[in-house]
């Protein structure tokens, strides 16, 4: 080989490497702190006034489901955290879903060695309160036993632990 092609072949290969420290860095930065995200409202940039969304219309009160039927979205109003560093922290569901992690973008942030950045998702499926784990380390558990990847139905008063923090969701 000629000295100038093996030169070349020396200089790829730490452009290369070079690439690889640069995307391991760039990997555990966004791991540990998170990806800055900003939000910019919907209408930013007609230089109109955006208006606040229309209240919801009011809908009717139904009966109040008892511990171990399906958390429906009428039956359930809030997320309890019951153990935990937040223990007492009660949060109010809207009917939108929420994620749970150490990530700053999450709904619920839980800030602990044994919380994934984004470790799981509380959604809405079919009209009923669902939780699902995304593929954290250490796992979500529901009632004692751990989930797989798929959504699973949550009852009213079920035990979900997230890492170190317990919650349950109440009406």
Sequence with gaps: MSELVLLLLRVGFLVLLWFF?????YSLRADLFGVKVRK???EAGSGAPVAAPAPAPAAKPRPAARAGSPATTSSVSKLVITSGPKAGL?????????TIGRSSESGLVIR???TSSHHARLLLR???WAIQDLDSTNGTFLA???LGSSPTSID???SVKVGATT???RA
Aim: no cysteine; glycine share 22%; net charge negative.
């Design 126 to 128: 079919g009209g009923t």
């Design 40 to 42: 910019i409202p919907a």
């Design 90 to 98: 009660e949060l109010p569901l809207g009917g939108e879903s929420m």
């Design 144 to 146: 004692g036993k751990r």
């Design 112 to 114: 602990d060695d044994y």
């Design 21 to 25: 420290v640069f995307g391991v860095v």
């Design 167 to 169: 919650f349950e969701l």
């Design 156 to 158: 009213i008063g079920d």
